[in-house]
């Protein structure tokens, strides 16, 4: 007798077929074969190359988890599923300003902003849980709040914000996801809130120990993640210093590094 296929219990789907998003959404789908995970993108060159046996970013180990769930339960589309999914991560791009107030210096939201608008007008019943994936300034959640809420209304659409920001580095993305030190949700603290995050945290403990899962307001996710680059900045340019200190002094600049951690 044929097997039948047990339905999905969760629908995800992430906005952006990137560095980020498709690795995230890949690792998540190997881990939770019963979560059916769909990455859009408006790309369509990109999305054809994620369907294909080149796909459009190398990182080690990718290619095979790709492959063990493409077209199982990860699938790659340039078709909107907003009203599908339960829960929506945006993973756009978040450039540096090229005009207006805060060019050269201030991120662009242009992308974050226009998939909540797109949402927004979609998306005019039920409850959903948007995620920011992109790294993005303190306080992006409000923004998003703000063109979400046009569906809020009486009767309309429920949204809970969440920042779960990725914390990964080029060349080890799928270690980095598949055994991260950490994993970060931010979200409101009130009931609504504390449920979309435990919601979240739940895919994650699929194969995260829940003691690696800390739990913040939303404010204190989105700051958290650029203090961490800030932090590495810091780290690179102290180590670049001590170079020289050691060049001048005979010491091997990588077993100081390594003995300083």
């Known amino acids: ?7 999905f219990h969760l629908n995800i789907l992430c906005v952006g077929a990137g560095y980020v998003g498709g690795p995230t959404m890949a690792v998540i789908a190997s881990k939770c074969p019963n979560i059916k995970v769909t990455v859009y993108d408006l790309n369509q060159e990109r999305i054809d190359a994620w369907n294909s046996n080149d796909l459009p970013i190398y990182e080690p180990g990718l290619d095979e988890v790709v492959k063990s769930v493409r077209g199982k339960n990860l699938f790659f589309t340039t078709t909107e599923a907003y ?9 756009v791009n978040t450039p540096t300003k090229t005009y207006g107030t805060g060019k050269g210096r201030a991120a662009d939201l242009k992308f974050i902003e226009l998939a909540a608008r797109r949402i927004s007008e979609v998306v005019t019943t039920g409850s959903k849980i948007i995620v920011e994936k992109s790294t993005v300034p303190v306080r992006c959640s409000v923004a998003l709040k703000k063109i979400l809420g046009a569906c809020s209304t009486e009767g309309g659409a429920k949204f809970q914000i969440l920042s779960n920001p990725e914390f990964l580095a080029e060349g080890t993305a799928i270690s980095d996801l598949t055994k991260p030190d950490r994993v970060l949700i931010g979200g409101d603290k009130d009931e609504a809130g504390q449920a979309a995050v435990a919601k979240l945290s739940s895919v994650y403990e699929n194969w995260v120990p829940k ?3 800390i739990t913040t307001n939303l404010w204190s ?22 170079s020289a200190v050691c060049e001048a002094t005979g010491a091997d600049v990588d077993e100081v590094a390594n003995a300083i951690g």
């Open 1 to 7: 007798k044929r097997k039948e296929k047990m339905p």
């Open 83 to 91: 009203k599908e999914a339960d829960i929506i991560f945006i993973s």
């Open 211 to 213: 003691e690696r899962i």
């Open 221 to 242: 996710s989105e700051l958290s993640k650029l203090v961490a680059n800030a932090f590495l900045a810091q780290r690179i340019s102290s180590i670049n210093a001590i």
